[in-house]
């Protein structure tokens, strides 16, 4: 993907099929379905490519157990089945994860080994695997973290597990290889209209200040917990977004060790909380507290890092406190407003397409799992404005990345194109020095972040294409300055552009450490 060939095309075409705005795992999915029916499609992202809740899950791909124990089966069953498409069309960037839930009465362990049994089931030929109801022993074998003090066993089970903003940047590609153009740091300021139609969009261009007026015979607003702001600039004053927010923290793996993850079946409020490991770090999270204010980077309060801390500490064995946190990071859903939902956790997770009188067709809630389907939800409506009877190849299209290969590195999250990650190195053998001592992201990884997945600042390389903000703060704002070098070069940046980098990066980090 080239930035400054894919602006050009902006100029060049009369008229898109289809015009979709956000550019996280909703927008990407759309962009990928509309383009793969041969429609001419172009994607608009306000910032960089899953810079909202896109990249702030917590990292499963999964049915979700707890919409399971609200009876939620239709949800789950949507879920089961877009994991296991997911896991099978892009099995390098996900892949499967053993969860343990801990029982510390016989009660739970009945109650939970039959809840777990059913949702095997309702995975039917897409099951990961069968739920194993277990001792003592073998929890404290492979949870060696977990409270020995009255546990009586627990329950085995397998759901999936993923790197979110990874996967968001192999669906750009995969759309641009589907013919579709997508631009990021690109924002709609406005609709054009005929008469109370929407016929396209005033795009312009954050990095030049260009704009670009832009036809288009249908538009999606895939803009997750913006989506209403758009429709009100429709025309459409209907309010649909709930928004809630989820803060995870980050702690290293000494903390927690062993490749399994930890479920926790029922917090003090009532919900579910993960302690997981990723990227050779342990993500514990999330909370479910209801917002007024949507933002681009929303922060943790401290009351929801004190709940994520005490329910840990309810089950392991050595308590951890805030010093140990590494990271926190927090994200927004774009939940369906429900009249009478007592909470956010309340509110179901299914997804709503509608569309505005003036033909805005906007798609909202749902989750990472189901983003395919959303996405072809959406692009039916648009099939139907078009009049063109189109049906949907994703459910077995192939993501950019694809590959089967075993090889586990920390470049294996880039998939086929790892082998680009090594070429750089042979070429240059400084490019495989690594940013930081701390982690094995090596400088090949920066250049290659420019030259082909559309970074345009520090932000973009070490927080999106590489996890370091995610995974530990304090070691990203130090590699910030040799990032930004490394762009300059790359990109024909001068000196200020380096510093002024720097400066805005380290700004953002701050918002990801606990004062």
């Known amino acids: 993907m080239n930035r400054e060939i894919l602006i050009t095309q902006l100029q060049h ?10 550019g996280g795992a909703t927008g990407l999915g759309c962009a990928v379905d509309a383009a793969s029916r041969g429609y001419k499609t172009l994607l608009l992202e306000q910032y960089d490519f899953a810079k909202g809740t896109s990249s702030k899950a917590t990292k499963l791909v999964h049915g979700g157990v707890r919409y399971l124990a609200q009876g939620n089966i239709k949800l789950v069953t949507e879920a089961l089945r877009e994991r296991g498409r997911l896991l099978r069309n892009a099995p390098h960037v996900c892949h499967t994860q053993t969860f343990i839930i801990p029982c ?3 009660w739970s362990k009945i109650y939970y080994g039959i809840g777990l049994k059913l949702y095997d089931l309702m995975a039917a030929a897409l099951s990961l695997g069968s739920t194993k109801i277990v001792n003592a022993a073998y929890v404290l074998q492979h949870l060696p973290a977990v409270k020995k003090d009255g546990l009586k066993g627990g329950i085995v089970y397998t759901d999936g597990q993923f790197d979110d903003a990874r996967l968001a940047i192999n669906l750009a590609q995969t759309a641009c290889e589907q013919g579709a153009v997508v631009i990021n740091y690109c924002r709609v300021a406005g609709f054009i209209f005929a008469g109370h139609k929407i016929t396209g969009v005033v795009a312009e261009d954050v990095l030049s200040n260009k704009q670009y007026h832009i036809k288009a015979k249908t538009v999606i607003n895939a803009t997750g917990v913006f989506a209403d702001v758009l429709m009100k600039a429709a025309n459409d004053n ?8 989820g803060v995870h923290i980050v702690i290293d793996k000494k903390h927690f060790e062993g490749t399994d993850a930890l479920m926790i079946p029922k917090t003090t409020d009532g919900r579910v909380l993960f302690a997981v490991p990723w990227h050779n770090k342990v993500i514990v999270g999330t909370t479910d507290i209801a917002v007024n204010k949507t933002a681009i980077e929303p922060t943790a309060t401290n009351e929801e890092i004190n709940f994520i801390i005490s329910n840990f500490n309810n089950y392991a064995a050595v308590p951890i406190t805030k010093e140990d946190v590494l990271s926190v990071f927090t994200g927004l859903r774009p939940l369906i407003k429900k009249e009478g939902a007592q909470s956010t956790a309340a509110l179901n997770r299914h997804h709503a397409v509608f569309v505005s009188p003036s033909a805005l067709i906007t798609v909202t809630g749902g989750k990472w799992t189901t983003y395919r389907k959303m996405a072809e939800d959406a692009v039916d409506k648009a099939a139907e404005q078009l009049q063109r009877n189109t049906k949907s190849v994703t459910a077995t299209l192939k993501i950019h990345g694809y590959t089967t290969a075993k090889n586990i590195t920390h470049t294996s999250v880039y998939g086929s194109d790892a082998v680009e990650i090594e070429k750089l190195w042979k070429e240059n053998e400084s490019l495989k020095e690594k940013i930081h001592t701390a ?15 559309m970074a345009q600042t520090v932000e973009d390389v ?23 070098m490394l762009m300059a070069q790359e990109m024909n940046k001068d000196e200020q552009w380096v510093q002024q980098q720097v400066i805005d990066f380290t700004q953002l980090a701050k918002k990801y450490l606990l004062s």
Request: proline share 3%; glycine share 2%; hydrophobic share 55%.
């Open 462 to 484: 070490l927080s999106r294409r590489m996890r370091l903000l995610f995974l530990d703060a304090v070691a990203a704002m130090q590699s910030a300055l040799t990032t930004a």
């Open 238 to 245: 209907s309010a649909s977004i709930a928004p809630s927010q």
């Open 439 to 453: 982690y094995p992201f090596t400088k090949a990884e920066v250049i290659f972040a420019v030259r082909n997945e």
């Open 104 to 106: 510390y009465s016989w």
């Open 13 to 22: 075409q009369a008229e898109w099929d289809v015009v979709i705005i956000g």
